[in-house]
């Protein structure tokens, strides 16, 4: 038979018949729950173990950061500020050990930093300065980026001047080369791990729109020099898209009397590769872009209705700039083509007839004139309307002049 364990409440185990204490009668019962101490776990069944709290990030500012609009952000050992931004500027050191600077952390005296034998709490700081800058840029391989920075441990460096020191050594500067022109441009530099982000999206629109791999090919350090301008001049992944859409659709895929007509405006050697690489380049903006394929458009439009850009380069050139004048007035690919196909139409006839009567010319830069409603619209208008009655004069109302395009009321009627 096992014995009951013996219960302190009531003096008597479970199983004991009732006694009677002070007069009273009390049947010894088992608790339901026991609450009390168990000698054979060590613990109370009902314990309820406390809580861990949550582990908090503490900010410890050590210096301050003077940005370029005097704004002084508090920054701690990785030169971090509170909100984990990387500010840009001049350090401001915080005298006496205190962590004091505006905008994060506030004042108050650093805890003491565990020193290591032979090591002092300055280069206890500096090393983990250090050993943080190097995680970071070691997730990018980059880690060679800052070995440069390990004789800083030894020196009185303060460790928020361990990511400016960073940015000073040229091999940084070669890596992350476009900052320094974003400067030059009032444009903000791009903290590393957003210089390093916009370089993957530019390869990866690239990528998808089948360009070859010589576009973001990889250099020393990770380089790709034809994404430099690009950050530079603060190109989008959605304006890169664009200027690559331009390029492929409305100049690779157009008809070949766009190509030709951009080869002869913008250069007689100019390849496919060229005409995206030109398509890319920063300096020329989107608008500038678009408004010169525009041009080629309108002067492929021309050569395709049978007229002449011209031979000699003086003549190419008027050519381009009129083109040039139609995209500025707002003419569109199709207007262009059904345009000239009326001028090619009209100036032949005009000219022989301006010949034969000893008028005025009428040739193609006066038909464009008139049926686009250019500058000297008028006066071509005119011309054409005088050569056309002469000829009704000449040989009667049903004169070839007064049947054809050229005794239309307006030339074209686009």
Known sequence: MTTAPYDPRSGNTPDAKPIDVAGMRYQAQAPKTPTFYDPRSGNVPDYQAP??????????????????SGEEIAVDASGRAEDGSVPIGTTKPVGGGNAGGGGGGGGGTLPAIPVKPGITP?????QSAYDLLFEQFSK???????????????????????????????????RFSANAERIKKGLRPLVEGDYLALEDQYQNVMRNYGLPETYWTRGDLGTQEGFTKLLANDVSAVELENRILTAQDRVLKSNPQVLDTLKAFYGDTITNGDILAYTLDPKNALKDIQRKVTAAEIGGAATAAG?????????????????????????????AMTGFQTVADVAPRGSQLAEFYNRPTYGQMEAEQEVFNLEGAAAARKKRQ??????????????GAAQGALGRERAGNL
């Open 51 to 68: 809580t861990a709290p949550k582990p908090t990030t503490v900010f410890l500012p050590i210096a301050t950061i003077v940005t370029q």
């Open 386 to 399: 005088e050569l056309v009655g002469l000829e009704q004069a000449a040989f009667g109302a049903k004169s």
């Open 122 to 126: 300055g280069q206890e700081a500096r």
């Open 140 to 174: 990018y391989g980059l880690g060679s980026l800052v070995e440069p920075l390990k004789g800083l441990i030894t020196s009185g460096t303060s460790p928020a001047e361990f990511t400016i020191k960073l940015r000073e050594t040229p091999a940084y500067q070669k």
């Open 307 to 335: 007229l002449s850009l011209g031979k000699t380069p003086e003549q190419i050139a008027a050519s381009e700039a009129r083109a040039q004048m139609l995209a500025g007035y707002g003419v569109t690919k199709q207007q």
